[in-house]
């Protein structure tokens, strides 16, 4: 089992930046054991994969809309995931969730993880 706790959204002027970030409790596997990935979900649309990073950090992917600005990373030793944002705008706002899922290597899937946070609004506006 592991639950995840999603923090640091709140609202942002576009061009501006922010830094979620993810905290893992486990209770069978650490941490470690674990592939991370970020999606979001926009009123009235489908969650779509942001990024993921492997349990080692060695394999990282970006959502096209999303490369060049935001920065996923992790710490195993204080079970925790980011996502750094930078130049926000309009279309990034949304529900932004964590995920893990138990294999080596992240996938851009959401049906592929196990596990979710509670989501963290972003909301990008002047």
């Given at each position: 089992?592991?639950?995840?706790?999603e923090?640091?959204?709140?609202?942002?002027q576009?061009?501006?930046?922010?830094?979620l970030?993810c905290?893992?409790?486990?209770?069978?596997r650490?941490?470690?054991?674990?592939a991370?990935g970020w999606?979001r979900q926009?009123?009235?649309?489908?969650?779509?994969?942001?990024s993921?990073?492997?349990?080692?950090?060695?394999?990282i992917?970006?959502?096209?809309?999303?490369?060049g600005?935001f920065t996923v990373?992790?710490?195993?030793a204080?079970?925790?995931?980011?996502?750094?944002?930078?130049?926000?705008n309009?279309?990034?706002?949304?529900?932004?969730?964590c995920?893990?899922?138990?294999k080596?290597i992240?996938?851009?899937?959401?049906?592929?993880y196990d596990?979710?946070?509670q989501?963290?609004?972003?909301?990008?506006?002047?």
């Open positions: 089992q592991v639950q995840l706790v923090s640091g959204g709140g609202l942002v576009p061009g501006g930046s922010l830094t970030s905290a893992a409790t486990t209770s069978e650490t941490f470690n054991m674990y991370m999606f926009a009123p009235g649309k489908e969650r779509e994969f942001v993921g990073i492997s349990r080692n950090s060695g394999t992917y970006y959502a096209h809309s999303v490369k600005r990373s992790r710490d195993n204080k079970n925790m995931v980011y996502l750094q944002m930078n130049s926000l309009p279309e990034d706002t949304a529900v932004y969730y995920a893990a899922r138990p080596p992240a996938t851009a899937s959401l049906y592929d596990y979710w946070g989501g963290t609004q972003v909301t990008v506006s002047s």
